[in-house]
């Protein structure tokens, strides 16, 4: 029998318990990011592109301490604490960006978030995803939905979603990441130009791009309905894991980004989320008309 990461015994987490402790300490860590003054000459990371804070920190902080109390036996894997030696495993995993849409954050554009994922055998099975400058939660459990402040069910159109009729129809989210040179940044920006450009000249003229700052918020507004489609190499499993359920659970799908990459890890680097459609139709031929875009391919 195939692995069900879900599939129950006495010691099987317990995903909807997991689910309410988790959007309690995204609340928490909402007052953090809210009350904070983010020193306007953060600390970089790789450069000055990547940034991190102090708030990340103390959120993470707060989020681990939090976690390791309530559930001492489930690993931890976070972005502030991430050591590359120690990669995600089959174990039941908490997978924490304290602070998705770090440079929004340091600038004062109010699109950030908490994003709290969890994963069992490496899939994502609880996400929970809050932006506490717009008080908007995302969350969803494996098999049991996603929603949108706990009572609105996602996609936001529900059945009368639109059917997805192609790249020229779709709104697109993109990032250009923080390496901003080299082979993956030659491939994102000759996409982007391919994608962009007029169809008489050789393009897929999508509708528009769209680059807000936050992966998870990204998937997020997949999976509500309102981005068509979003693709992004370069981001780490804490960036979209939690958003990976809550997609799922609302009907999108979530691929590789890079070509027949039907199969995708939550840890493999490249992605392509793609929202939900009346009985998912477009949905595949969505993605292979996008890969058919790619410009060369995302290695990291
Ligand atoms: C970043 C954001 C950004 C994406 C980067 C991420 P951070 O996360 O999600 O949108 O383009 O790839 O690293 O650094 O703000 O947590």
Same mark, same amino acid.
């Given at each position: 029998?195939? @692995?069900?990461?879900?599939?129950? #015994?006495?010691?099987?987490?317990?995903?909807?318990?997991?689910?309410?402790?988790?959007?309690?300490?995204?609340?928490?860590? $909402?007052?953090?990011? !809210?009350?904070?003054? &983010?020193?306007?000459? &953060?600390? #970089?990371?790789?450069?000055?592109?990547?940034?991190?804070?102090?708030?990340?920190?103390?959120?993470?902080?707060?989020?681990?301490?939090?976690?390791?109390?309530?559930?001492?036996?489930?690993?931890?894997?976070?972005?502030?604490?991430?050591?590359?030696?120690?990669?995600?495993? @089959?174990? &039941?995993?908490?997978?924490?960006?304290?602070?998705?849409?770090?440079?929004?954050?340091?600038?004062?554009?109010?699109?950030?978030?908490?994003?709290?994922?969890?994963?069992?055998?490496?899939?994502?099975?609880?996400?929970?995803?809050?932006?506490?400058?717009?008080?908007?939660?995302?969350? +969803?459990?494996?098999?049991?939905?996603?929603?949108?402040? *706990? !009572?609105?069910?996602?996609?936001?159109?529900?059945?009368?979603?639109?059917?997805? #009729?192609?790249?020229?129809?779709?709104?697109? #989210?993109?990032?250009?990441?923080?390496? *901003?040179?080299?082979?993956?940044?030659?491939?994102?920006?000759?996409?982007?130009?391919?994608?962009?450009?007029?169809?008489?000249?050789?393009?897929?003229?999508?509708?528009?791009?769209?680059?807000?700052?936050?992966?998870?918020?990204?998937?997020? +507004?997949?999976?509500?309905?309102?981005?068509?489609?979003?693709?992004? $190499?370069?981001?780490?499993?804490?960036?979209?894991?939690?958003?990976?359920?809550?997609?799922?659970?609302?009907?999108?799908?979530?691929?590789?980004?890079?070509?027949?990459?039907?199969?995708?890890?939550?840890?493999?680097?490249?992605?392509?989320?793609?929202?939900?459609? &009346?009985?998912?139709?477009?949905?595949?031929?969505?993605?292979?008309?996008?890969?058919?875009?790619?410009?060369?391919?995302?290695?990291?």
């Amino acid at each position: 029998m195939a @692995d069900n990461p879900t599939s129950q #015994s006495e010691s099987s987490p317990n995903l909807n318990e997991i689910h309410d402790f988790l959007i309690e300490i995204a609340f928490k860590a $909402g007052d953090i990011i !809210t009350n904070a003054l &983010p020193n306007t000459d &953060p600390g #970089s990371k790789k450069n000055s592109a990547d940034l991190v804070t102090e708030y990340d920190r103390a959120v993470e902080d707060m989020v681990s301490a939090a976690l390791k109390e309530k559930y001492p036996t489930y690993q931890f894997h976070g972005e502030e604490s991430y050591d590359p030696n120690r990669p995600l495993t @089959d174990e &039941p995993t908490f997978v924490i960006d304290p602070i998705d849409g770090t440079i929004n954050f340091v600038h004062g554009f109010p699109h950030a978030c908490i994003s709290l994922g969890f994963t069992v055998k490496r899939t994502p099975v609880v996400g929970v995803v809050f932006n506490p400058s717009s008080r908007t939660l995302y969350s +969803a459990i494996h098999g049991q939905g996603a929603f949108l402040n *706990r !009572t609105q069910r996602l996609p936001l159109k529900g059945t009368d979603i639109e059917p997805l #009729s192609g790249l020229q129809n779709a709104l697109i #989210s993109i990032e250009w990441g923080s390496d *901003r040179k080299g082979k993956n940044w030659e491939t994102k920006i000759r996409t982007f130009e391919k994608l962009g450009q007029d169809k008489e000249d050789g393009g897929a003229m999508v509708r528009a791009f769209r680059s807000m700052g936050s992966a998870a918020l990204n998937i997020c +507004a997949v999976a509500e309905g309102t981005l068509d489609l979003y693709w992004e $190499g370069g981001c780490w499993a804490w960036d979209v894991c939690a958003g990976w359920v809550i997609l799922k659970e609302a009907g999108g799908i979530i691929v590789d980004g890079n070509p027949d990459g039907w199969e995708p890890t939550v840890d493999g680097r490249s992605y392509l989320a793609v929202r939900a459609s &009346p009985e998912g139709a477009g949905q595949k031929e969505l993605v292979r008309e996008f890969w058919s875009n790619i410009q060369g391919r995302l290695e990291y």
